[in-house]
């Protein structure tokens, strides 16, 4: 397993790292109230289910209670391993983001599964310690599949995100959306890294993520609609992300469809303006097309 540090002061690597480290193993033996207290009071919090968004740390570990709990006491057995790990931080060091391919495995009642979930976190520091504030898990799919599926009319729109923007961050969500036709004219710093909404998609470094930016733009046959739900946070003058649901209108066996997407950026200011020092793009799977 290998670790990628950008732009990271080496003294707070190891707190980082074992923040999410722990969150992930707290999951992966079904100890959900320490799992939780991984994350800010208020969280924005994905999951790759297109129904599964939440704000709050208490709502999201009842939820876990109530997924979980049973199939634990029925002897669920649950593996979760980072594959790679890719650590970034702010220069004035209050936010810093994780991103892993993470290896999800399953064994209950004899039977087991396994696959990989792409895994974002954004984490701020309180009081000496790093709290997890954002976070987005997803699962790809073959883009083929998607918009297949699309032409069925039967992949549901992500969850509404309630609108959440402070007044200090508005200048994050105007960078987000004046770019967003475009992402790949978009300001990036030297190390970003991202994550593309179907397999094979990621990207490190300025040039990869441009290139990659600039293949999403070429598939979109439209601007992309809204965002008309946006979460946004400031964490200082140097550092913030957005979250939001997204449409983009793609063409497939000579029909247009609309993908719904989620997007959580993580900015960085460089200069006078902010920088994309990590995205990720996904599409919610519904339970029922991921099996």
Known sequence: MQTTIFQ??????????????????AFARGDFDAWGESFA?????????????????????AEMHRDFDFAFDEGLQVDLEPQSFRLGISPDQKL???????????????????FVLRHTAVLLKIDRRWFITATQYSLTLPEARILEVLTGRY??????????????????VNEFTDNLADLSIAAITRDAYAFGPFPEEYAEGE?????????????????????????????????????ANVEVNMLYMGEQVTLPLRALFVYQKEQDHWAIDHAHLSVGIPDELAE
């Open 155 to 172: 992949l549901p729109t992500p969850n509404v995100i309630v609108n959440k923007i402070p007044p200090n961050a508005q200048s994050l």
């Open 207 to 243: 040039t990869d993520v441009r290139a990659l930016f600039a293949k999403w733009t070429a598939r979109w046959c439209a601007p992309p609609l809204g965002p008309d739900e946006v979460m946004a946070e400031f964490v200082s003058a140097e550092s913030g992300w957005v979250g």
């Open 8 to 25: 990271t002061d080496v003294m707070e690597v190891g707190d980082i790292e074992g923040a999410v480290r722990e969150h992930l193993a």
């Open 41 to 61: 009071p208020n969280v924005f919090f994905t999951a790759a289910d297109p129904e599964e968004v939440f704000l709050e740390r208490e709502t999201v570990v």
């Open 96 to 114: 810093a983001w994780s991103a892993a391919p993470l290896r999800y495995t399953v064994r209950f009642q004899g039977e087991a599964n396994s």
